[in-house]
Each structure stands twice: as structure tokens, then as C-alpha cells.
Antibody
Framework: QVQLQESGPGQVKPSETLSLSCSVF??????????WGWYRQTPGQGLEWIGS???????SYSPTLKSRVTMSVDTSKNQFFLNLMSVTAADTAVYYC??????????????WGQGALVTVSS | DIRMTQSPSTLSASVGDRVTITCRAS??????LAWYQQKPGKAPKLLIY???TLESGVPPRFSGSGSGTEFILTISSLQPDDIATYYC????????FGQGTRVDI
């Protein structure tokens, strides 16, 4: 059974960088045919896809967030990471990590972490 | 951006009822559409992908249909465990979600 677990600070100051990691259990981040993704959810904006990355570091980002996002993978730790720069209060959300099947492009998300609330506040 | 619009926003039904939720895309997404179920405080759970393929382990009372710009999620006989919010997601061009449909009993 595949399980994903987000971890990182629950609070980030405005203008700083939000950094989250996702640990993968029951699968390998090197597994070909899958990307590893990030989403966020707010009451006002609903569910929003942030981006996805594969084990080689090949990534696809939301055009809305692309200028502030970087994603990476550490195959030795079986983890992947999200960095979101220059955060504001609008980035306050529950952040989810996911496993994303890949065909010719990234498809849906078949496994999700439990979610991590990140609040942007001074 | 491809905009996804779900209807209704909320739905109240009884146990055993047939329930349908509609999702419309602002442009064709072919069959590149998924449905998710989300319960309060939990992560979304994949129900259906490629518009009509049931994810492993999902009860067969759930089904999906449609292609192009109009899609339907059907629950053939609503159960108490189905109380949740349902989201459609297109993955034809990046990924975008509908605003959700809350199902109550």
C-alpha cells in the first residue's frame, strides 16, 4: 500500500520561502511511469494543482505559480520536495503531496498524503 | 486555463437515491477527467479516471460518463458513507478542478 507523508513548518513569515517534504512509503520515487505532485487547498480557492516532478527532476508547474515554485526529488531518501518563494497570506493553505501516473503527460493523482496546514503569518 | 464548472453546488438526497453530478469544461478535455471524493479533514480520494474507469477498490455504485466538455458522476444507490464533497479534475492541459459538489443526506 502506497502512503505519503508531508512534513515541514506549520508557519512561515511573509516574503519567506515555504518548504515542504513528502516521504513515500510502499513505492519508490524512482518508479518510472510516475511523477510526484503537490496541491493545495483553501476554503476560498478550492483545490489547486501546484506542480509535479519525476525522479530525474523533470517538472511541470502550474502557470500561475511557476515563477515562485521549485520541486525536487531525493531518491536516496525516497522523498520529494516543494519550495514556494515570496509567500503571502494568500499562500495559507493545506498542502498535499501525491503520486501521479504519467503517460505522455502527467495524469490524475492516485495516492494522496494526509495534508499539512501551512499558515503565512508574521 | 480550462475552467471546470460543477452542478449542483450542494445536493441533498436520501439513502438509496440515484445521484448525479455534472461537470462542464470550458473547452474539450477529451476523456482526460477524474472524479475525487473528499470527506471533512481528509485528503481527496480518487474514484474515477479517464472519465469512466473505476479506480481499484471503489464500490461499483460509482460510475462516470462523458467526453469532450460534459461529464457525469453517478452514484446508483446513495449510502451514508457517501456523504462528502465531490470534485472533477481535468488533466488534458495542466490540471484544474471544479468548485466541488457537497452531497448531504
Amino acid at each position: 500500500q502506497v502512503q505519503l507523508q508531508e512534513s515541514g513548518p506549520g508557519q512561515v513569515k511573509p516574503s519567506e520561502t515555504l518548504s515542504l517534504s513528502c516521504s513515500v512509503f510502499g513505492d519508490s520515487v524512482s518508479h518510472t511511469g510516475f511523477y510526484w505532485g503537490w496541491y493545495r487547498q483553501t476554503p476560498g480557492q478550492g483545490l489547486e494543482w501546484i506542480g509535479s516532478v519525476d525522479y530525474r527532476g523533470t517538472s511541470s508547474y502550474s502557470p500561475t505559480l511557476k515563477s515562485r515554485v521549485t520541486m525536487s526529488v531525493d531518491t536516496s531518501k525516497n522523498q520529494f520536495f516543494l519550495n514556494l518563494m515570496s509567500v503571502t497570506a494568500a499562500d495559507t493553505a493545506v498542502y498535499y503531496c501525491t503520486r501521479d501516473p504519467f503517460l505522455e503527460w502527467v495524469l490524475y493523482s492516485d495516492y494522496w498524503g494526509q495534508g499539512a496546514l501551512v499558515t503565512v503569518s508574521s | 486555463d480550462i475552467r471546470m464548472t460543477q452542478s449542483p453546488s450542494t445536493l441533498s438526497a436520501s439513502v438509496g437515491d440515484r445521484v448525479t453530478i455534472t461537470c462542464r469544461a470550458s473547452q474539450s478535455v477529451s476523456a482526460w477527467l477524474a472524479w475525487y471524493q473528499q470527506k471533512p479533514g481528509k485528503a481527496p480520494k480518487l474514484l474515477i479516471y479517464d472519465a469512466s474507469t473505476l479506480e481499484s477498490g471503489v464500490p461499483p455504485r460509482f460510475s462516470g460518463s462523458g467526453s469532450g466538455t460534459e461529464f457525469i458522476l453517478t452514484i446508483s444507490s446513495l449510502q451514508p458513507d457517501d456523504i462528502a464533497t465531490y470534485y472533477c479534475q481535468q488533466y488534458n492541459n495542466y490540471r484544474t478542478f471544479g468548485q466541488g459538489t457537497r452531497v448531504d443526506i
